[in-house]
T-cell receptor
Framework: SQTIHQWPATLVQPVGSPLSLECTVE??????LYWYRQAAGRGLQLLFY??????ISSEVPQNLSASRPQDRQFILSSKKLLLSDSGFYLC???????????FGSGTQLSVL | KQEVTQIPAALSVPEGENLVLNCSFT??????LQWFRQDPGKGLTSLLL?????REQTSGRLNASLDKSSGRSTLYIAASQPGDSATYLC??????????FGPGTRLSVLP
């Protein structure tokens, strides 16, 4: 069966510090991978999605970036965090043949 | 641009009640619609997926219906329990790759 791992679960970072969140998927190949952000009391905002290694689409211009160095690994990064980057970050995967969207457990990021 | 709305934003019911959550979308040319559950501080768990050609899907006490022409879906929860308390989100996709989410309905089932 397929599983998705996302870490860390909680992160507190000062303004201006770098960020690296990692997500890996097991049990499937060539998944579509997604990074979403959920601000308190608001819906899910799609940040990045990837249909293959090195293929990243950005939905929202900001100081965040994403990379996909391996088929089942998706990384969200920032060189310098802003207060507005605080939120709940969710990684997800899907395949057109599977159709459903599956989520990781999320990372609560607080930028102070 | 596809937009998804959900009403009500929050709902509080006594245990045992049957309830309906609503989801509306502006572009009826969808590929499928999915209902999710989210517990506080957790990721989303898929509950039901309805293909564009289907009218409804059932899983246990949950029943989801889809009226694509009117841009509406409902999630029916029978005999609600305190363990059903969570936020319920719907999402649509037109191509199986890009998903648009509603803001969610926060459900509280009181014992």
């Amino acid at each position: 069966s397929q599983t998705i791992h996302q870490w860390p679960a909680t992160l507190v970072q000062p303004v201006g510090s770098p960020l690296s969140l990692e997500c890996t998927v097991e049990g499937t190949s060539n998944p579509n991978l997604y990074w979403y952000r959920q601000a308190a009391g608001r819906g899910l905002q799609l940040l990045f999605y990837s249909v293959g290694i090195g293929q990243i689409s950005s939905e929202v211009p900001q100081n965040l970036s994403a990379s996909r160095p391996q088929d089942r690994q998706f990384i969200l990064s920032s060189k310098k965090l802003l207060l507005s980057d605080s939120g709940f970050y969710l990684c997800a995967w899907s395949r057109v043949s599977v159709e459903k969207l599956f989520f990781g457990s999320g990372t609560q990021l607080s930028v102070l | 641009k596809q937009e998804v709305t959900q009403i009500p934003a929050a709902l509080s019911v006594p245990e045992g009640e049957n309830l309906v959550l609503n989801c509306s979308f502006t572009d009826s040319a969808i590929y499928n619609l999915q209902w999710f559950r989210q517990d506080p501080g957790k990721g989303l768990t898929s509950l039901l997926l309805i293909q564009s050609s289907q009218r409804e899907q059932t899983s246990g006490r949950l029943n989801a219906s889809l009226d694509k022409s009117s841009g509406r879906s409902t999630l029916y929860i029978a005999a609600s329990q305190p363990g059903d308390s969570a936020t319920y989100l719907c999402a649509v996709t037109v191509d199986g790759q890009n998903f648009v989410f509603g803001p969610g309905t926060r459900l509280s089932v009181l014992p």
